[in-house]
């Protein structure tokens, strides 16, 4: 039976083998790989202007048959609700929380306040799962996953994190070790997000401050054949080059109409497959 919360579940059971506590509270990492899904908690904050492609996204995921947890952070009242009373054999097992951050149920554009103030909560969001002592992984809800992409996540790194224009770090699609050095890295990430009162979108709040951090945090940038940004798949690959994505972010576009647009003409919509299956009776 999967299980919901309409809070969050209190964290007391670590079931993070990779994480020991020595005798001085400090929190110790044995560095094993972290390329099994059991190792991960996918992190996911949602809003009502979005819950389709939540709703896309749960479509493929669920396809996969994996075993990771699913934390749900709903960004407003209405999609907590249709969260909350959604069928658990359609959902899976999914923790549901309310942010206590944010209220906003409408879909935002890239570089609007409104955006800013969304996605600058997320810092914040991952921050609290980290503690707790989970290896996070946060997702944006405008991907698709066509192949699991823990394996990839080998290597002895603090983070890997997908490329944009294979230049900068792509927030929306990050795999976050927990630990003493990580963070420090996202509580000075929120911090900074803080400061800038939404006045930047969180990915060049990130982009701009990491650097500080590099000493102590090692960061892999994904494979852009297998985490491709949207130019990469959407524009520039073949068919062929296509079979190679592992996870396709339909990022740096405008506009839900855009974004929903471009998945349908990529058929990775889940509605042109199933007839709009919705999330519950």
């Known amino acids: 039976m999967a299980k919901r919360f309409s809070s969050r579940e209190p964290l007391n059971n670590m079931q993070n083998s990779a994480i020991r506590f020595e005798t001085n509270d400090t929190l ?97 969001h991952i921050l609290d799962y980290l503690e707790r002592g989970k290896n996070i992984l946060y997702i944006d809800t405008d991907t698709v996953w066509l192949q699991a992409p823990f394996q990839y ?59 500080n951090h590099e000493s102590k945090v090692r960061i892999k940038g994904l494979d852009t054949k297998r985490f491709p940004d949207e130019s990469q798949y959407f524009s520039n690959y073949n068919d062929k080059q296509r079979e190679d994505a592992v996870v396709v972010h339909n990022n740096c576009i405008i506009g839900h109409a855009s974004k929903l647009e471009r998945f349908k003409h990529m058929k990775l919509w889940y509605e042109d497959k199933l007839n709009g299956t919705k999330l519950h009776d």
């Open 153 to 211: 996540f080998t290597g002895d790194y603090d983070l890997w994190v997908q490329l944009d224009q294979g230049v900068s770090y792509c927030t929306g699609f990050m795999a976050v070790r927990t630990g003493a050095n990580t963070i420090e890295l996202i509580r000075a990430w929120r911090d900074r997000m803080i400061d800038l009162q939404n006045r930047m979108d969180d990915q060049n709040g990130f982009n701009g401050m990491v650097h």
């Open 28 to 124: 110790v990492l044995s560095r094993k790989p972290l390329n099994d899904s059991r190792d991960w908690t996918i992190l996911m904050t949602v809003n009502n202007g979005y819950l389709d492609f939540f709703r896309n996204w749960l479509w493929h995921f669920k396809k996969l048959n994996l075993s990771t947890s699913l934390i749900v952070v709903a960004q407003d009242d209405l999609i907590h609700k249709e969260l909350m009373n959604s069928d658990v054999s359609i959902l899976g097992e999914m923790t549901v929380e309310r942010s206590v951050h944010v209220s906003i149920n409408s879909s935002v554009n890239f570089q609007t306040q409104q955006f800013n103030m969304l996605v600058g909560k997320r810092p914040q």
